[in-house]
C-alpha cells in the first residue's frame, strides 16, 4: 500500500504540543502512523515549515447563496480565469470561484478541509451537489435553526425534547454538520420586511426570544452530545453599537456546560459584531471590550471575519442587514426567503482603505485576535467571501505575525480609523505555532473534528499535509512577511490523505474528498411529538412534500457520518 | 402499483404530489398532474431507435447506438466551433456532463434560456434578485402580480398549489387572502381570474413599470395621463395596491423578457420591487418554462461561473450574451455543427438561424421527435427523465428535488450517452494530438 515518508519536517503541531521540532513524519494508507518502511516515497522537506492540513471552519463554499453571487456577479467570473488542463477544469472568480477553483485554490495553499456555514435545509440538496463538485477538500456544512418555525413552535411551548428531535431530524434531512444560528429570529421577521432589535424582542407571530431561541438550541446542542457547539451569528450585525448584542449574547450560554472537550458556543465573525457608536458617524471599534470578555471567560470561541481590502461578495441568512447595506450603497441585491426555515441575501461590494468605516472594520479583526490572549479562542477567517475571499489568507496571516505588515497596511487606510481604534498601538507578533492554530489546529477543536483525524499530524490523523517553503529557524517572519506569504500562497507541497494534490501552488492531483455530518439518536416521545408536528407543516405550509424532502444518498457519495445520542 | 409524490418533467412548477398508476412496467394513470404533464408521463410518439442520413432531406436509417455515438463524436470532435444547445428538460446529472462535453470539444454551451428568460439573467446581472421560495409566497402573499405571463395556460397548477387559490399560515383565506393584479397586452385566462386587469401597449412595460416606481416613489405628477396605455389614476391605484401590500410577489413571463426593453425591463421590475420593499415586504421571480431550465442555469452558474451562453474554445469560460449566445453564432455563420439535446431549437429559433443549422450537421439527442429531429443528421433516442430515469430538477424558485423513475426501459439514458461520447471524443483528440 502507498506509504510516505516525510523527512527534516519543522513541524508545529499544536495538538499534539509539537512546537518547532525537527522530525520524521510516515504516512502509510492515508493516515499518519509511526514509522514507515523502505519502500515509502521520501519527500526530503529540508528543515522547511510543516504544518497539518488547513481546516477552515467557517466559509461560504456552496449552494444558493454562492451560486447567486456567480449569477448576479459575471464580472466576478471573469476575474481568476484559468485554462482547463488534463488534470484540472478551468478556474473561475476571485469572490465566488467556480467549484473547481474552489478545491483547487484551498489547495494550493495547503488547506485540506473547509465548511461551509449554512444550509437551508429545503435547499440543502443544491449545497451538497455544489459541496460533491468541489474537487480535493475535505467538507461538511452547518445547518440553519435560528428562524425556523419547527424550533420556535417547540421552543414557545416549552418541549426541549420535541426540539431535539427536529435538530436531528433536520441535520439528517440536510446532512448537515452543526447547529447554525443566524440572526435568530430575524429571519422570520422578515418574512414580512421586519427585524429584531435585540435579545429579547418577541419574533412577529412566534412569540419567542431570539435569547430563548439561542439558549434553548445551546441546551439541546449539548444534550445532543454534537461534535460541534452551536455556531452563532449575533442579531444587530452590522450596526454601530452592536457589541453590547454581542457581549449579552455571549452571557446566554455562559453556564452552559459543553458535553465534550471543547466551547459550548461559537459565535463567528465577530468582527462585524464588534463595533460601538451610535451611528455611522461615531462608529468605533469596541473589540477590547469583546476581547476582555474571551480573557476572562473560556467556555466560547469566535472567528474573526477578517476584512481584506478590494472586491467582496457579502452572503448571509441576515436578509435584513443586506437589504440595509444594499440600500446605503447602492448595490445589487438579491434576496432568498426560504419557507419556514430562513432566509438570505447576497450582495456585491467593495472595501476601501479610505472609507473608514471600512477601516474600522480592518482593525477590529485584527485586534480581536491579537488582544485576546489565547490563540486557541479566535481562529482565523475573513468569512469568505463576506470580509473577503479565503485566497487572502496568506496576507491575513502575516498581519498577525508581523506589526511591520500591519503598518505598511495603515498607511493606506483613512486616519480617522486610527482614532477609533487600537491596532496602531498593539505590538503583539504571533508566532509560527500560533499560527499553527489558527489556521487549522483550533479549526478542527472548535469543529469537534479532531477525532476525525483533522488539524493534527498525531499517529492516526489523516495525512493531510503541507509542507511550505520557509525555514523557521532562518526567517524573521516579522519583518520578511512578503516571503512568508508567498510561501503560504502556494505551499511546496499540500498532502491529502497521503496523496501529493499540490506542488509548487500547482494542483498534481484531484482526489474527490468526504462530507462530514452526524446523526443523533432521539429515542423519546418527544420525536412522536416533532413528527406529528413535521407532518402538519408539510401538508399545510411546505410547497413540497415530506417525501421528496430530505436529501438523499445519492447526494453525499463520500459521507463520514458520526452517530450520538440525545440524553 | 401506485407511486406517490411522483415529480411532474412537464413545466418549472415541478409538483411533486403526483400520484402513478404503473400495471406491468406501463403507465395506465396519473392522478393530479395538469393534463399537459399527465400527457408528457403517458409518453407518446417515441422515437424507437438511433438514426442517421447523410442528406438532410433524405430518409433516416436506423442505426445502432455505438454507430451514432461515434460518428456524433466525430463530428463533435472535429469541429472547430460546436454549439451544444438545450439542456433544459433534462436532469441536473446529464448537464453537468454537457458542460464537461463542451470543454473537450472548445465549443459553446447555451440552454433554451436564451430565447427565453435569458434576458432576466441579464437583469440580475444588474439588479440582483430579491426573492424566495414558492411556499414563502403561498403563505404570505397578500398582493399577487403576474406581468407578461399566463399561469392558465402555461403553468396549469401555479396558481392552486403556489400563488393564489393555496391557502398558507398568514394567507390563510387562499384566494380570498390575496389581492391579484395582471398586466398583459391581452386579456388572458389569467387576467379573467384577477380583481385588476391593466392593460399595456406591447412593448411599452418599460414605460409602466418607470410610472409605477416614480409614484412609489411619491413623485407621481412627473407621470402623464396615460402611460403604455394605462390611465394614470388606474396606475396610481395599482400601485398604492402594491405599495399597501405586507407582502408583494411579481410573477413575470416572457411578456416582459422577450418583449421591447428585454433586459432592461427586468432591470426595471427588480428595481419597482427592491424599492417596495421600503414598504411592505416584496419579492420577484421568474415563471420559467421547462421542468429543469432553472437547473441548467445553477449547473452552468458552479461549474463556469456563468449561468449561460458559455465559449470554452478559450480552454477557460467565456460570457458575452450578444455575441456567445446560439442565434448570435448562427446568424454570424460561426456554427459549423450542432449538439441538440433537451430543447428544441427547430421549434424556437428564427428562421436565419435554423437556415444556418440547414448547412451544419446536427445532432439530435431526445426521446421524441420533435422540430429538431427534422434538421437532424443523426437523432438519438434516451430515457425520459422523471419517468424513466431518477436525477436532480431545480423548480422555477431554485428549490432543487429529486425526479423519481416510474418505469424500466432499455433506453439509455442522456448521462450514458454523453459519457460514451465524452470518451470517444478524447480518444480521437488524444490520437490526433
Same mark, same amino acid.
Given at each position: 500500500?502507498?506509504?510516505?515518508?516525510?523527512?527534516?519536517?519543522?513541524?508545529?503541531?499544536?495538538?499534539?504540543? =509539537?512546537?518547532?521540532? *525537527?522530525?520524521?513524519?510516515?504516512?502509510?494508507?492515508? #493516515? %499518519? $502512523?509511526?514509522?514507515?518502511? /523502505?519502500? &515509502?516515497?521520501?519527500?526530503?522537506?529540508?528543515?522547511?515549515?510543516?504544518?497539518?492540513?488547513?481546516?477552515?471552519?467557517?466559509?461560504?463554499?456552496?449552494?444558493?447563496?454562492?451560486?447567486?453571487?456567480?449569477?448576479?456577479?459575471?464580472?466576478?467570473?471573469?476575474?481568476?480565469?484559468?485554462?482547463?488542463?488534463?488534470?484540472?477544469?478551468?478556474?473561475?472568480?476571485?469572490?465566488?470561484?467556480?467549484?473547481?477553483?474552489?478545491?483547487?485554490?484551498?489547495?494550493?495553499?495547503?488547506?485540506?478541509?473547509?465548511?461551509?456555514?449554512?444550509?437551508?435545509?429545503?435547499?440543502?440538496?443544491?449545497?451538497?451537489?455544489?459541496?460533491?463538485?468541489?474537487?480535493?477538500?475535505?467538507?461538511?456544512?452547518?445547518?440553519?435553526?435560528?428562524?425556523?418555525?419547527?424550533?420556535?413552535?417547540?421552543?414557545?411551548?416549552?418541549?426541549?425534547?420535541?426540539?431535539?428531535?427536529? =435538530?436531528?431530524?433536520? *441535520?439528517?434531512?440536510?446532512?448537515?454538520?452543526?447547529? #447554525? %444560528? $443566524?440572526?435568530?429570529?430575524? /429571519?422570520? &421577521?422578515?418574512?414580512?420586511?421586519?427585524?429584531?432589535?435585540?435579545?429579547?424582542?418577541?419574533?412577529?407571530?412566534?412569540?419567542?426570544?431570539?435569547?430563548?431561541?439561542?439558549?434553548?438550541?445551546?441546551?439541546?446542542?449539548?444534550?445532543?452530545?454534537?461534535?460541534?457547539?452551536?455556531?452563532?451569528?449575533?442579531?444587530?450585525?452590522?450596526?454601530?453599537?452592536?457589541?453590547?448584542?454581542?457581549?449579552?449574547?455571549?452571557?446566554?450560554?455562559?453556564?452552559?456546560?459543553?458535553?465534550?472537550?471543547?466551547?459550548?458556543?461559537?459565535?463567528?465573525?465577530?468582527?462585524?459584531?464588534?463595533?460601538?457608536?451610535?451611528?455611522?458617524?461615531?462608529?468605533?471599534?469596541?473589540?477590547?471590550?469583546?476581547?476582555?470578555?474571551?480573557?476572562?471567560?473560556?467556555?466560547?470561541?469566535?472567528?474573526?471575519?477578517?476584512?481584506?481590502?478590494?472586491?467582496?461578495?457579502?452572503?448571509?441568512?441576515?436578509?435584513?442587514?443586506?437589504?440595509?447595506?444594499?440600500?446605503?450603497?447602492?448595490?445589487?441585491?438579491?434576496? /432568498?426567503?426560504?419557507?419556514?426555515?430562513?432566509?438570505?441575501?447576497?450582495?456585491?461590494?467593495?472595501?476601501?482603505?479610505?472609507?473608514?468605516?471600512?477601516?474600522?472594520?480592518?482593525?477590529?479583526?485584527?485586534?480581536?485576535?491579537?488582544?485576546?490572549?489565547?490563540?486557541?479562542?479566535?481562529?482565523?477567517?475573513?468569512?469568505?467571501?463576506?470580509?473577503?475571499?479565503?485566497?487572502?489568507?496568506?496576507?491575513?496571516?502575516?498581519?498577525?505575525?508581523?506589526?511591520?505588515?500591519?503598518?505598511?497596511?495603515?498607511?493606506?487606510?483613512?486616519?480617522?480609523?486610527?482614532?477609533?481604534?487600537?491596532?496602531?498601538?498593539?505590538?503583539?507578533?504571533?508566532?509560527?505555532?500560533?499560527?499553527?492554530?489558527?489556521?487549522?489546529?483550533?479549526?478542527?477543536?472548535?469543529?469537534?473534528?479532531?477525532?476525525?483525524?483533522?488539524?493534527?499530524?498525531?499517529?492516526?490523523?489523516?495525512?493531510?499535509?503541507?509542507?511550505?517553503?520557509?525555514?523557521?529557524?532562518?526567517?524573521?517572519?516579522?519583518?520578511?512577511?512578503?516571503?512568508?506569504?508567498?510561501?503560504?500562497?502556494?505551499?511546496?507541497?499540500?498532502?491529502?490523505?497521503?496523496?501529493?494534490?499540490?506542488?509548487?501552488?500547482?494542483?498534481?492531483?484531484?482526489?474527490?474528498?468526504?462530507?462530514?455530518?452526524?446523526?443523533?439518536?432521539?429515542?423519546?416521545?418527544?420525536?412522536?411529538?416533532?413528527?406529528?408536528?413535521?407532518?402538519?407543516?408539510?401538508?399545510?405550509?411546505?410547497?413540497?412534500?415530506?417525501?421528496?424532502?430530505?436529501?438523499?444518498?445519492?447526494?453525499?457519495?463520500?459521507?463520514?457520518?458520526?452517530?450520538?445520542?440525545?440524553? | 402499483?401506485?407511486?406517490?409524490?411522483?415529480?411532474?418533467?412537464?413545466?418549472?412548477?415541478?409538483?411533486?404530489?403526483?400520484?402513478?398508476?404503473?400495471?406491468?412496467?406501463?403507465?395506465?394513470?396519473?392522478?393530479?398532474?395538469?393534463?399537459?404533464?399527465?400527457?408528457?408521463?403517458?409518453?407518446?410518439?417515441?422515437?424507437?431507435?438511433?438514426?442517421?442520413?447523410?442528406?438532410?432531406?433524405?430518409?433516416?436509417?436506423?442505426?445502432?447506438?455505438?454507430?451514432?455515438?461515434?460518428?456524433?463524436?466525430?463530428?463533435?470532435?472535429?469541429?472547430?466551433?460546436?454549439?451544444?444547445?438545450?439542456?433544459?428538460?433534462?436532469?441536473?446529472?446529464?448537464?453537468?456532463?454537457?458542460?464537461?462535453?463542451?470543454?473537450?470539444?472548445?465549443?459553446?454551451?447555451?440552454?433554451?434560456?436564451?430565447?427565453?428568460?435569458?434576458?432576466?439573467?441579464?437583469?440580475?446581472?444588474?439588479?440582483?434578485?430579491?426573492?424566495?421560495?414558492?411556499?414563502?409566497?403561498?403563505?404570505?402573499?397578500?398582493?399577487?402580480?403576474?406581468?407578461?405571463?399566463?399561469?392558465?395556460?402555461?403553468?396549469?397548477?401555479?396558481?392552486?398549489?403556489?400563488?393564489?387559490?393555496?391557502?398558507?399560515?398568514?394567507?390563510?383565506?387562499?384566494?380570498?387572502?390575496?389581492?391579484?393584479?395582471?398586466?398583459?397586452?391581452?386579456?388572458?385566462?389569467?387576467?379573467?381570474?384577477?380583481?385588476?386587469?391593466?392593460?399595456?401597449?406591447?412593448?411599452?412595460?418599460?414605460?409602466?413599470?418607470?410610472?409605477?416606481?416614480?409614484?412609489?416613489?411619491?413623485?407621481?405628477?412627473?407621470?402623464?395621463?396615460?402611460?403604455?396605455?394605462?390611465?394614470?389614476?388606474?396606475?396610481?391605484?395599482?400601485?398604492?395596491?402594491?405599495?399597501?401590500?405586507?407582502?408583494?410577489?411579481?410573477?413575470?413571463?416572457?411578456?416582459?423578457?422577450?418583449?421591447?426593453?428585454?433586459?432592461?425591463?427586468?432591470?426595471?421590475?427588480?428595481?419597482?420591487?427592491?424599492?417596495?420593499?421600503?414598504?411592505?415586504?416584496?419579492?420577484?421571480?421568474?415563471?420559467?418554462?421547462?421542468?429543469?431550465?432553472?437547473?441548467?442555469?445553477?449547473?452552468?452558474?458552479?461549474?463556469?461561473?456563468?449561468?449561460?451562453?458559455?465559449?470554452?474554445?478559450?480552454?477557460?469560460?467565456?460570457?458575452?450574451?450578444?455575441?456567445?449566445?446560439?442565434?448570435?453564432?448562427?446568424?454570424?455563420?460561426?456554427?459549423?455543427?450542432?449538439?441538440?439535446?433537451?430543447?428544441?431549437?427547430?421549434?424556437?429559433?428564427?428562421?436565419?438561424?435554423?437556415?444556418?443549422?440547414?448547412?451544419?450537421?446536427?445532432?439530435?439527442?431526445?426521446?421524441?421527435?420533435?422540430?429538431?429531429?427534422?434538421?437532424?443528421?443523426?437523432?438519438?433516442?434516451?430515457?425520459?427523465?422523471?419517468?424513466?430515469?431518477?436525477?436532480?430538477?431545480?423548480?422555477?424558485?431554485?428549490?432543487?428535488?429529486?425526479?423519481?423513475?416510474?418505469?424500466?426501459?432499455?433506453?439509455?439514458?442522456?448521462?450514458?450517452?454523453?459519457?460514451?461520447?465524452?470518451?470517444?471524443?478524447?480518444?480521437?483528440?488524444?490520437?490526433?494530438?
Amino acid at each position: 500500500m502507498s506509504e510516505m515518508l516525510i523527512k527534516n519536517a519543522t513541524v508545529y503541531d499544536p495538538i499534539n504540543g =509539537v512546537n518547532g521540532d *525537527l522530525m520524521d513524519i510516515a504516512v502509510k494508507d492515508g #493516515k %499518519i $502512523v509511526d514509522s514507515a518502511s /523502505g519502500s &515509502a516515497q521520501v519527500i526530503d522537506a529540508g528543515g522547511r515549515l510543516v504544518y497539518p492540513g488547513g481546516v477552515d471552519a467557517h466559509s461560504h463554499i456552496a449552494g444558493s447563496k454562492v451560486n447567486i453571487g456567480r449569477i448576479m456577479r459575471p464580472e466576478d467570473s471573469r476575474l481568476g480565469l484559468k485554462a482547463r488542463t488534463k488534470l484540472t477544469r478551468a478556474y473561475t472568480g476571485y469572490t465566488v470561484p467556480n467549484v473547481y477553483a474552489m478545491g483547487y485554490r484551498y489547495a494550493e495553499m495547503g488547506y485540506t478541509t473547509a465548511f461551509e456555514a449554512a444550509i437551508p435545509i429545503l435547499k440543502a440538496r443544491h449545497t451538497h451537489e455544489e459541496l460533491e463538485e468541489i474537487p480535493i477538500i475535505d467538507k461538511g456544512g452547518l445547518t440553519l435553526f435560528g428562524s425556523n418555525w419547527m424550533v420556535m413552535d417547540a421552543i414557545r411551548e416549552n418541549d426541549q425534547d420535541r426540539l431535539a428531535a427536529y =435538530v436531528a431530524w433536520g *441535520l439528517l434531512a440536510s446532512r448537515g454538520w452543526g447547529v #447554525k %444560528i $443566524v440572526n435568530p429570529g430575524g /429571519g422570520e &421577521a422578515w418574512g414580512f420586511g421586519k427585524n429584531v432589535s435585540g435579545l429579547d424582542d418577541p419574533v412577529p407571530n412566534f412569540e419567542v426570544t431570539p435569547r430563548q431561541i439561542i439558549r434553548n438550541l445551546a441546551e439541546v446542542n449539548e444534550k445532543m452530545n454534537l461534535p460541534h457547539s452551536i455556531h452563532l451569528h449575533c442579531n444587530n450585525l452590522g450596526k454601530p453599537g452592536n457589541y453590547e448584542t454581542t457581549l449579552a449574547s455571549f452571557d446566554i450560554c455562559k453556564d452552559i456546560k459543553a458535553s465534550r472537550d471543547r466551547q459550548s458556543l461559537h459565535v463567528t465573525h465577530v468582527q462585524f459584531n464588534s463595533w460601538g457608536g451610535n451611528h455611522w458617524g461615531d462608529m468605533e471599534s469596541k473589540s477590547d471590550a469583546i476581547a476582555d470578555y474571551l480573557n476572562k471567560n473560556d467556555f466560547l470561541t469566535i472567528d474573526m471575519g477578517q476584512l481584506v481590502f478590494g472586491s467582496a461578495t457579502t452572503m448571509t441568512a441576515d436578509g435584513p442587514v443586506q437589504y440595509a447595506n444594499a440600500r446605503l450603497l447602492k448595490a445589487r441585491w438579491s434576496n /432568498g426567503d426560504v419557507e419556514l426555515e430562513d432566509t438570505s441575501g447576497v450582495t456585491p461590494l467593495e472595501y476601501h482603505p479610505q472609507s473608514y468605516i471600512h477601516g474600522i472594520m480592518w482593525a477590529i479583526g485584527l485586534e480581536l485576535a491579537l488582544l485576546t490572549k489565547d490563540p486557541w479562542q479566535v481562529l482565523m477567517t475573513t468569512d469568505h467571501p463576506n470580509g473577503g475571499p479565503y485566497v487572502n489568507y496568506p496576507m491575513v496571516m502575516t498581519m498577525l505575525m508581523s506589526k511591520k505588515r500591519r503598518e505598511k497596511e495603515m498607511a493606506k487606510i483613512a486616519e480617522k480609523t486610527f482614532e477609533r481604534t487600537s491596532i496602531a498601538g498593539i505590538d503583539r507578533e504571533l508566532d509560527w505555532y500560533d499560527i499553527a492554530i489558527k489556521t487549522r489546529a483550533a479549526h478542527a477543536k472548535v469543529l469537534g473534528i479532531i477525532e476525525q483525524g483533522k488539524g493534527h499530524l498525531g499517529v492516526g490523523a489523516d495525512a493531510d499535509i503541507a509542507i511550505y517553503d520557509i525555514k523557521p529557524d532562518e526567517t524573521d517572519a516579522t519583518v520578511e512577511f512578503d516571503k512568508v506569504e508567498a510561501a503560504f500562497r502556494r505551499s511546496a507541497y499540500t498532502i491529502k490523505g497521503g496523496e501529493v494534490v499540490a506542488r509548487d501552488g500547482e494542483i498534481t492531483a484531484t482526489p474527490m474528498g468526504r462530507t462530514f455530518w452526524v446523526r443523533t439518536k432521539v429515542d423519546n416521545d418527544g420525536y412522536g411529538r416533532m413528527m406529528d408536528d413535521l407532518k402538519l407543516k408539510f401538508k399545510n405550509y411546505y410547497s413540497v412534500n415530506m417525501a421528496n424532502y430530505m436529501v438523499q444518498d445519492e447526494y453525499v457519495e463520500r459521507p463520514v457520518v458520526v452517530d450520538t445520542e440525545y440524553k | 402499483m401506485i407511486i406517490k409524490d411522483v415529480l411532474c418533467p412537464f413545466c418549472g412548477c415541478l409538483c411533486d404530489d403526483l400520484a402513478v398508476e404503473v400495471v406491468d412496467n406501463k403507465v395506465v394513470d396519473v392522478k393530479h398532474a395538469c393534463k399537459i404533464g399527465a400527457s408528457k408521463i403517458r409518453g407518446h410518439d417515441r422515437i424507437k431507435a438511433p438514426m442517421m442520413r447523410d442528406d438532410k432531406k433524405g430518409e433516416f436509417r436506423e442505426v445502432s447506438y455505438d454507430e451514432a455515438i461515434n460518428e456524433s463524436a466525430k463530428i463533435l470532435a472535429n469541429s472547430k466551433r460546436p454549439l451544444l444547445y438545450g439542456w433544459a428538460s433534462g436532469v441536473c446529472e446529464m448537464m453537468k456532463k454537457g458542460v464537461l462535453l463542451t470543454e473537450e470539444v472548445g465549443g459553446i454551451i447555451d440552454n433554451t434560456a436564451s430565447v427565453c428568460h435569458g434576458p432576466s439573467a441579464l437583469g440580475v446581472h444588474e439588479k440582483g434578485l430579491p426573492t424566495g421560495t414558492l411556499g414563502q409566497f403561498a403563505n404570505r402573499a397578500d398582493v399577487v402580480v403576474f406581468w407578461g405571463c399566463n399561469p392558465v395556460q402555461a403553468h396549469p397548477r401555479h396558481m392552486g398549489r403556489y400563488s393564489v387559490f393555496t391557502k398558507g399560515f398568514f394567507a390563510n383565506k387562499g384566494r380570498r387572502s390575496r389581492k391579484v393584479v395582471v398586466f398583459d397586452v391581452r386579456k388572458t385566462d389569467t387576467a379573467n381570474l384577477a380583481d385588476e386587469y391593466v392593460q399595456v401597449n406591447p412593448g411599452e412595460d418599460y414605460m409602466v413599470l418607470s410610472a409605477l416606481r416614480a409614484i412609489v416613489a411619491e413623485k407621481g405628477d412627473v407621470v402623464p395621463e396615460t402611460v403604455g396605455g394605462v390611465p394614470k389614476e388606474k396606475l396610481v391605484e395599482v400601485a398604492e395596491t402594491m405599495k399597501g401590500a405586507q407582502f408583494g410577489i411579481v410573477y413575470f413571463g416572457m411578456g416582459l423578457t422577450q418583449s421591447r426593453g428585454k433586459y432592461k425591463n427586468i432591470d426595471n421590475a427588480v428595481s419597482l420591487v427592491t424599492e417596495l420593499n421600503a414598504h411592505g415586504k416584496h419579492s420577484i421571480i421568474p415563471m420559467r418554462g421547462h421542468y429543469n431550465v432553472t437547473g441548467f442555469g445553477q449547473v452552468c452558474a458552479w461549474e463556469t461561473g456563468f449561468v449561460n451562453a458559455v465559449d470554452m474554445s478559450r480552454g477557460y469560460p467565456y460570457y458575452n450574451p450578444g455575441e456567445t449566445c446560439s442565434n448570435d453564432l448562427l446568424m454570424r455563420e460561426e456554427i459549423d455543427a450542432a449538439f441538440i439535446i433537451a430543447g428544441d431549437a427547430g421549434a424556437h429559433f428564427p428562421a436565419q438561424s435554423i437556415a444556418r443549422m440547414g448547412k451544419v450537421p446536427v445532432i439530435n439527442i431526445d426521446p421524441f421527435h420533435s422540430a429538431s429531429t427534422e434538421m437532424a443528421n443523426i437523432v438519438i433516442p434516451t430515457k425520459v427523465s422523471g419517468v424513466e430515469l431518477e436525477g436532480t430538477a431545480y423548480r422555477m424558485d431554485g428549490v432543487s428535488l429529486r425526479m423519481r423513475k416510474l418505469v424500466d426501459v432499455d433506453f439509455p439514458s442522456d448521462e450514458e450517452v454523453l459519457d460514451k461520447i465524452i470518451a470517444k471524443v478524447q480518444e480521437i483528440k488524444g490520437a490526433s494530438s
